[in-house]
Every structure is written in structure tokens, then in C-alpha cells.
């Protein structure tokens, strides 16, 4: 390493110090939030907020090769467990055998799997040849921003959803919801609260994503009043009861907030509430894992069986446990001893022209591209610079050959210039 990029890290590590709190899950239980795979940049949806370019329709899909090539390359930076997003555009828009094979490539090498995806092209039997493949999470993406008539509003929406968690129900598959907040659904928050704690017993996250300007959709910066904290609000009005926010920290805290919770006859009770309690955790117990996908009598098997072996935490564990079944002791009566884990999750998506170079360096959600990790944020500002770029594609036997993204046929003449070369010269 030269002495200008030892320095430079060692600029940016003190930089970020300050985010490496007791309470920061990462690099502790995980080494990076998680890392999108995009495998096509088609989409069968045209909306308002749009994250993809003007140009997306007319790439073609990267090679399964450079596919396979970057989920290595996720385990390399990351380590086996990563959490991976199959996404696009819409994945399901790839042949179906390639996506099927891409999740079991993604399974295989021992990455967390999930397929981020509208739903529109997500049959029940896609999904359930995707779970045979390994894939662990589906998450749909339905909101206003995407016209889906005859739907009008969010509520109007929840047809859609419900059919979706219909279609994953019994495939052994997380359903996780996307909805974007944006002006017009702001006010319709609470409620969507209420119909994904309804379904708890499938829906296993409900992630919240504020309005952000980047990409090709028509809608530009979000207004003043949407903002973390009042996204939280109207979480907790849903939830008829204020979260302990903070408490559990993932990545940057201007990104993220994280909420897991418990949910025993239509009730939310926050899962961590105590910061002190939930850091020493984080600190005795950072080589710990669980899969996402146990249920919650597996999961508190796993955090005992573990705390038992370490008789200074017993104390606590009592006075934990404890508390927990003072609060919610008489509605999981009332439940017949049913429980169920739901994580809501706020995201804070940064404006094209408005990067903090804090935060990208902070990042935990990162896509994968050809030259290694990128910030999702920062990827997004500059969208074409990486997926019109040409692509050097090695085959089985070695040879090599370049891959050029977007369709066009080149002119006889050949004076003429490329597209791609007009894009990225300006």
C-alpha cells in the first residue's frame, strides 16, 4: 500500500470513528448491511421516483458470468453470510432459468439470499422454484409511485401486497415490504403499519424509504417534513406506542434507523429497549449469529442456550426476560403463545446532488459493480458511468472478449460514434 492511501484511509477510519459505537451491529454481527447484485437494468413499472437511467431499457443483461464473478467477489470483500440483494430493474425479468441459477450460485457460496423485486412477474411458482434454490427473503416493493391502476392509494395498495403475501405464504421465505415516502403518502403511514403488524405471521420487515431525487422519475426532492425522525413518528402512531430509536445502531446513523420488534396479538413491543443491556450484548456475543428466517421461539432458544454459557449474564437474562413477559405476558395468552418477529426500518436515501462523502464512506448498503463495491447512493448519482460501461468477460476457456451494454449496430461509418461514448464524454 503506498503511504498516500495508507494516509488516506487512515484519514477516513478517523473520520468515521465516531460511528463505531457499543451499539453498532456492524462488524460485529455482520460485516456490512448488505450488497445489491443488479442482473438487468429492465423494469416492467414506469414511476413517479425511479432510481434506474433514462438508458436502462436499452441495456442488455450482464453475462451470467460477470453475475457469478461479482457474487464472488461479495464474499471476498464480505465474508460467507453477507446479505445479498438480487435486483435490477426488476429481476424476475431475466429468463428464469438464469435467475434461478444466479440464487443458487449466490446459496451455494454461502451468501444470505433475498430477490428484490415489483412482484408484477413473481408468480408463486417462481418463488417457490427461487426457495428450492435457496433464496431466504423476497422483498416487494408496492407504493403510489408506481400507477398501478386501478390502485389509487396505499390503502387501495394492500389488495396488491396481500395478494403478494399470499403468493410467499408456507415457501419458508421472508416477505419484506418497500414502500417509498414521498408527499402524497406521508399521512397514510400509520396504517400501513397497522396492515404489515396484521400479517407479522408472513411479513418479517417493513422497510420505509424517504423520497430522494435521483434517477429518471418525474418527482424530485422530498419536502421538508419528511424527514427520519418524523417518518419514526408516524411509525409510532401505527404502532400506538413511542420506540426506543437508537438503541440499535446499523451503519450511518443519518441512513438508517432500526427497529426489531415482537408482535403477539395485533400488539408491537420494541425487542431492544435498553442501550447498556444491548451494547455488553453486542460486545460478549459479536461471533453470534441466527438466521433471519427462525422463528422467534428458535431465536430465543439460540440467545438463552448461548447466555447460559456465560453464568455472569444469568442475572440479566432473568431480569430481561423478565421484563419482557411483564409487557407482554397477557397478550401472547390472548395469542395462544403465538409470536412473531417484525423489523421496521427507516432509509434515508441521499439526493444525486446533495452526497455527504461522510456517509458514502460509512455506507452498508453497496452494490456490486465490475470494479468492486460502490455505495448505493453514490452509484445511483452516477448510474450511467457504471452500467453503459463496456465489460471485459472471461469464458471457460480462458479467453476473453469485451461486452458492450447497450443495443445499438454499429454504423458503416465509422466516424460515426458509439452512444455510450457520447454519454460519457457529455
Not at 404502532?239 to 408491537?268: A, F, I, R
Not at 422467534?296 to 423478565?322: C, D, E, M, Q
Not at 452509484?379 to 450511467?384: E, I, Y
Request: proline share 4%; aromatic share 8%; with cysteine.
Amino acid at each position: 500500500m503506498s503511504k498516500h492511501n495508507a494516509s488516506q484511509m487512515a484519514t477516513t477510519e478517523d473520520r468515521m470513528a465516531h460511528l463505531f459505537t457499543p451499539n453498532q451491529v456492524l462488524g460485529r454481527l455482520q460485516t456490512i448491511g448488505c450488497v445489491a447484485v443488479e442482473i438487468t437494468q429492465r423494469c416492467n413499472l414506469d414511476c413517479t421516483l425511479c432510481y434506474l437511467s433514462e438508458h436502462s431499457q436499452q441495456v442488455r443483461d450482464i453475462p451470467i458470468s460477470e453475475v457469478f464473478k461479482r457474487l464472488d467477489a461479495v464474499v471476498t470483500h464480505f465474508g460467507r453470510g453477507a446479505h445479498v440483494q438480487i435486483t435490477g430493474g426488476d429481476p424476475t425479468l431475466r429468463k428464469h432459468k438464469e435467475l434461478i441459477e444466479i440464487v443458487r450460485y449466490a446459496s451455494a457460496i454461502g451468501l444470505h439470499t433475498a430477490m428484490f423485486t415489483n412482484g408484477i412477474a413473481a408468480s408463486r411458482q417462481l418463488l417457490r422454484k427461487l426457495a428450492d434454490a435457496g433464496l431466504k427473503d423476497v422483498a416487494f416493493h408496492v407504493d403510489s409511485t408506481q400507477r398501478r391502476e386501478p390502485y389509487e392509494t396505499e390503502e387501495d395498495l394492500n389488495q396488491v401486497r396481500q395478494e403478494y403475501i399470499e403468493r410467499a405464504r408456507g415457501l419458508g421465505l421472508m416477505v419484506i415490504f418497500n414502500t417509498t415516502v414521498h408527499r402524497e403518502n406521508f399521512a397514510d403511514v400509520p396504517k400501513l403499519v397497522e396492515f404489515f403488524t396484521a400479517n407479522a405471521d408472513v411479513v418479517g420487515l417493513a422497510s420505509f424509504q424517504l423520497q430522494a431525487e435521483t434517477g429518471r422519475g418525474e418527482w424530485r426532492s422530498r419536502d421538508a417534513e419528511i424527514s427520519q425522525k418524523t417518518v419514526q413518528e408516524k411509525l409510532e402512531q401505527g404502532v400506538g406506542k413511542s420506540l426506543p430509536w437508537g438503541v440499535v445502531q446499523v451503519g450511518h446513523t443519518d441512513c438508517h434507523s432500526y427497529m426489531p420488534t415482537l408482535v403477539t396479538n395485533g400488539e408491537v413491543y420494541p425487542l431492544a429497549t435498553n442501550l447498556n443491556f444491548f451494547s455488553d450484548f453486542l460486545n460478549d456475543f459479536q461471533g453470534m449469529a441466527w438466521d433471519r428466517l427462525s422463528g422467534f421461539t428458535h431465536v430465543a432458544g439460540s440467545f438463552v442456550s448461548s447466555v447460559l454459557n456465560k453464568p455472569r449474564w444469568w442475572p440479566r437474562l432473568i431480569g430481561y426476560l423478565g421484563a419482557q413477559l411483564k409487557d407482554m405476558g397477557a397478550d401472547i395468552v390472548r395469542s395462544g403463545g403465538r409470536v412473531h418477529k417484525l423489523t421496521f426500518f427507516v432509509q434515508n436515501f441521499m439526493d444525486a446532488e446533495h452526497l455527504e462523502q461522510e456517509r458514502i464512506d460509512g455506507c452498508s448498503f453497496m452494490v456490486m459493480t465490475a470494479d468492486g463495491p460502490v455505495s448505493m447512493c453514490k452509484h445511483n448519482a452516477s448510474r450511467d458511468e457504471f452500467i453503459l460501461k463496456p465489460i471485459v468477460v472471461t469464458a471457460s476457456d480462458g479467453s476473453t472478449a469485451q461486452f458492450e451494454p447497450l443495443k445499438w449496430t454499429k454504423p458503416r461509418d465509422s466516424n460515426i460514434s458509439s452512444p455510450l461514448s457520447k454519454i460519457l464524454t457529455g
